[in-house]
Structure formats: structure tokens, C-alpha cells
Nanobody
Framework: QVQLVESGGGLVQAGGSLRLSCVGS????????MGWFRQAPGKERAIVAA????????YYTDSVKGRFTISRDNAKNTVYLQMNSLKVEDTAVYYC???????????????????WGQGTQVTVSS
């Protein structure tokens, strides 16, 4: 059974940091683009960041550029999202997702991703 399991969410004050992790199991994800999405109440799920299979290319939505960093460790089947300088508007459920066999091409629509984690809540207080 293919699974993605996120961890690292929580409650943090504005300006603080969190590091999310996503561990994959059931197959290898070394050929996949991996993405982090988020969904706030009443809003659609939207991409935050993505990273190619090799790790050489990344994508960030404009609102997190310079604050968030995505990385991956293929030997551990794990992708990370380091979130610094958090803002209240970053509050959301964060999901890890895999775009299978996409290698070095990043797509930003949730519909393109094949496997999803259950999500982890990130709450930023003022």
C-alpha cells in the first residue's frame, strides 16, 4: 500500500519556524516530483512548493519565496519543507503529494499529483 505520511505541523507564533517531513512507503519515489500543498478553510488546495526527482530544480509559490525551502532525501524516501518567518496567513493544512514518474518537470495543479498524505495542521498565531 502506497502511503505518504506528514509530520512536523503544530502551533507557532508569527515569525517562528517549523519543519515538515513527509515519508513515503509502499514504493520508491525517486522518479517523482514531490510537492507540498496547503488548504485553508474555505479555500482551494494550492501548491506551496515542489521539487524534481533529482532535487536540482524547485518551485515556490510567490507568497513563500525566500521563507520556505523544499528538499528531499531519496535514500530515505523523504521530502521536507522548512518554513521560516511564518505568517498568520500561512495557517492551513499542509499536504505532501507525489507526481509519479514526472522526473524533472514540475506541474503545479493538484490534479496532476497521484498520491497524497493525510495532511498536517500548521497554525500561526499573531
Amino acid at each position: 500500500q502506497v502511503q505518504l505520511v506528514e509530520s512536523g505541523g503544530g502551533l507557532v507564533q508569527a515569525g517562528g519556524s517549523l519543519r515538515l517531513s513527509c515519508v513515503g512507503s509502499g514504493r520508491t519515489f525517486g522518479s517523482d516530483v514531490m510537492g507540498w500543498f496547503r488548504q485553508a478553510p474555505g479555500k482551494e488546495r494550492a501548491i506551496v512548493a515542489a521539487i524534481t526527482a533529482s532535487g536540482r530544480k524547485t518551485y515556490y509559490t510567490d507568497s513563500v519565496k525566500g521563507r520556505f525551502t523544499i528538499s528531499r532525501d531519496n535514500a530515505k524516501n523523504t521530502v521536507y519543507l522548512q518554513m521560516n518567518s511564518l505568517k498568520v496567513e500561512d495557517t492551513a493544512v499542509y499536504y505532501c503529494a507525489a507526481d509519479r514518474f514526472r522526473y524533472e518537470v514540475i506541474y503545479t495543479s493538484a490534479a496532476d499529483y497521484d498520491n497524497w498524505g493525510q495532511g498536517t495542521q500548521v497554525t500561526v498565531s499573531s
